[in-house]
């Protein structure tokens, strides 16, 4: 059974239902149930951020799989980098629980959301999944891990620095595959399209109607995050998007004069 025919409503909104968590975890609905704190870099804070980046990772691996389920006639080409992404999501979730240790924490410590998840598992197409977890949610992970690795460098804290950037890496691989076998698929379907298109403003409908939810790593909103710390355009670049993409995303960002002058955020 496809992991969309499984329905919950927040706010109003028909959303794919929570995956299963472990008792031990509490999963929000809403932003405004998730924990936050004035210093944004205290110990408690930087156990939050690494707390609810490991569930956002578990989600990402999940849907990957969860891809893989529900459209089995996909070329297998494209089933590779699924199963390789679903992998790569794994070690990120050990290497993020781990340093959540050593920091003192454990999962379970502060709530969850799974808003990534509940979205993209909507898509009855693979295409539009694609639009929404990689070329969206995994391309604005992208955007902010480029400049969150400095800040948790800023507090003396190397190690997850480090793990942040391993992420990063592996996160440019997935926005890239994506957005290359979107093309594939638009061009051997045109219909995509339209499927694409839908899907894009359902996601846009449903951050209106639930008032903006936050990143995987910051009590912010997505918008707030990028306005603070700015798109990753050199990495957005090696991701396969278009400068006239970057651009966009500039703009839409609010930062329309760098995407006048072509610089680097």
Request: aromatic share 6%.
């Amino acid at each position: 059974m496809s992991a969309s025919s499984n329905r919950k409503t927040v706010q109003g909104v028909t959303l794919c239902a929570d995956p299963a968590r472990e008792p031990c975890f509490r999963v929000a609905q809403l932003d405004n149930e998730m924990q936050k704190f004035e210093n944004g870099m205290s110990e408690d804070a930087r156990r939050e951020r690494l707390h609810r980046h490991m569930n956002n990772e578990m989600g990402a691996l999940e849907i990957a799989a969860q891809c893989l389920a529900d459209f089995p006639e996909s070329p297998w080409d494209l089933r590779m980098q699924l199963a390789r992404q679903a992998f790569d999501e794994s070690r990120h979730v050990h290497g993020l629980h781990q340093r959540l240790r050593q920091l003192g924490g454990y999962k379970g410590e502060f709530p969850i959301g799974n808003f990534e998840w509940a979205v993209t598992n909507m898509c009855d197409t693979l295409a539009a999944r694609l639009a929404i977890q990689n070329r969206t949610f995994e391309a604005g992970q992208m955007d902010l891990l480029g400049s969150l690795r400095q800040i948790w460098r800023s507090v003396g804290d190397e190690r997850t620095a480090e793990v942040l950037e391993h992420i990063l890496a592996d996160e440019i691989n997935h926005v890239r595959f994506a957005n290359q076998w979107i093309r594939k698929l638009v061009q051997a379907d045109r219909r995509l399209l339209l499927k694409v298109a839908s899907a894009v403003r359902f996601l846009a409908d449903t951050n209106s109607a639930l008032a903006g939810e936050t990143s995987a790593n910051s009590g912010e909103t997505s918008a707030e995050q990028h306005k603070k710390l700015g798109i990753n355009v050199e990495d957005r670049r090696h991701a396969d998007f278009s400068d006239d993409e970057i651009n966009e995303i500039l703009r839409q960002a609010g930062m329309s004069s760098l995407a006048s002058a072509g610089a680097p955020a």
